[in-house]
């Protein structure tokens, strides 16, 4: 069965680093999402993509967030200056097209922010 | 944003037995409701949906039932098997609400044998 994959799984970095999350959707998919889930919290949308842009995205999706699918295959995530509460899990979505009909969830990069 | 609640962060059930799981939303511009199941370290897995046109929707050992007039649906998982503990995710969306997935907190389920 098709799968979003992610990498890393766990990345360590240190406050006010930058750190880029990977994620490679499902090949015939056609949107793009990431999700964040901070430890004992909601599961929390932030940002959704379709045909090379950014179609929606949430309060949490700050000028210190961006995304981008630089090669037609990968599809990431980049936070500029990470700061201890962007410590959460990132989970990557794809879905091939009526969104709203859910999406296949990759099994997340755990972000420590230290 | 309480747009999606389920009340009950925890349930255990015995093997065999009904496990039945509930959330509440508030935005009427929801159309669709998901359920989702999520082992650690895993990323959330799609169980079973509902249109909003419909009342029912079953597959296999999984029923979700939505009550629109309520605002609330419900997740019945029957037998009930020890592979079922996992967190289990409501979710809501609509495309006026946005092409976006709106989660509940979750509900721990623990099955016993």
């Known amino acids: 069965e098709p799968e979003v994959t992610q990498t890393p799984s766990h990345q360590v970095t240190q406050m006010g680093q930058e750190v880029i999350l990977r994620c490679v959707p499902i090949?015939?998919?056609?949107?793009f999402y990431w999700y964040r889930q901070i430890l004992g919290q909601k599961v929390e949308f932030l940002v959704s993509?379709?045909?090379?842009?950014?179609?929606?995205k949430s309060e949490i999706f700050d000028d210190q967030f961006s995304v981008e699918r630089p090669d037609g295959s990968n599809f990431t995530l980049k936070i500029r200056s990470t700061k201890l509460e962007d410590s959460a899990m990132y989970f990557c979505a794809s879905s091939p097209d009526r969104p709203i009909y859910g999406y296949t969830f990759g099994s997340g990069t755990r972000l420590t922010v230290v | 944003d309480q747009q999606v609640k389920q009340n009950s962060p925890s349930l255990s059930v015995q093997e065999g037995r009904i496990s039945i799981l509930n959330c509440d939303y508030t935005n009427s511009m929801f159309d669709y409701f998901l359920w989702y199941k999520k082992y650690p370290a895993e990323g959330p897995t799609f169980l079973i949906s509902i249109s909003s046109i419909k009342d029912k929707n079953e597959d296999g050992r999984f029923t979700v039932f939505l009550n629109k007039s309520a605002k609330h649906l419900s997740l019945h998982i029957v037998p009930s098997q020890p592979g079922d503990s996992a967190v289990y995710f409501c979710?809501?969306?609509?495309?006026?609400?946005?092409?976006?997935?709106?989660f509940g907190g979750g509900t721990r389920v623990l099955v016993k044998p």
């Open positions: 993509f379709y045909n090379n842009e950014i179609s929606e």
């Open positions: 979710a809501a969306s609509g495309e006026a609400a946005g092409n976006k997935l709106t």
């Open positions: 090949s015939n998919h056609l949107y």
